[in-house]
Each structure stands twice: as C-alpha cells, then as structure tokens.
Nanobody, 114 residues
Framework: QVQLVESGGGLVQAGGSLRLSCAASGTAFSRSAVGWHRQAPGKQRAFVASIDSGGTTNYADSVGRFTISRDNAKNTVFLQMNSLKPEDTGVYYC?????????WGQGTQVTVSS
C-alpha cells in the first residue's frame, strides 16, 4: 500500500522560507518520479515541480524561487521554497508515479501573509 505523508507547511510572512517534506512508503521510491502540485483558494490544483529517478527536475514558470530535491535513502522528496509570496498560498500535495498510477499525499497548508 502506497502512502505519502507531507509535512513542513505553515504560516510565514512574505519573503520568508519553508521546506516541505514528503515521506513515501510502499513504493520503489528510487525508481519513481515524484513531485509537487498546489491548490490555491478557489483554483484548480496545478503543477509546481517534479524530479525523476535520474534527478532531472522540472518547474512551473512561476516558482523559480523553489528547489525540489530527493533523498532516496529516506524515501523522501523535498520542496525548498524561498522568497515566498502571498500568491504561493495554498495546499501543497506531493505525488509519486508508481507503475501505471499516480499516488497523492493528503496535502499540507502553506499560508503566506503580506
């Protein structure tokens, strides 16, 4: 059974930083692509960043301030978010692509105050 548990969200002032973590179990994590999406209030869930098994990263155009990384020994993917803006507010979801399916975490709230 695949499980993803996110942590690290919270309330931060504009210009601050947060580091999100997502711990996975039940998957061949090191061989899986993983990433993050976010859902802003009143909007659809949208892609933020991804990293494949070879370490190749991909980002949405609006998040040049973010860095995605992974620690395969800990089955964990991270999202370092710097210079946060109020428009970064939302629920952040991690995912893992395992087999033919995409599995999602429960989400962690990020709120950036102006």
């Amino acid at each position: 059974q695949v499980q993803l548990v996110e942590s690290g969200g919270g309330l931060v002032q504009a210009g601050g930083s947060l580091r999100l973590s997502c711990a996975a179990s039940g998957t061949a994590f090191s061989r899986s692509a993983v990433g993050w999406h976010r859902q802003a209030p009143g909007k659809q869930r949208a892609f933020v960043a991804s990293i494949d098994s070879g370490g190749t990263t991909n980002y949405a155009d609006s998040v040049g301030r973010f860095t995605i990384s992974r620690d395969n020994a800990k089955n964990t993917v991270f999202l370092q978010m710097n210079s946060l803006k109020p428009e970064d507010t939302g629920v952040y979801y991690c995912y893992v692509d395992f087999g033919a399916f995409r599995y999602w975490g429960q989400g962690t709230q990020v709120t950036v105050s102006s």
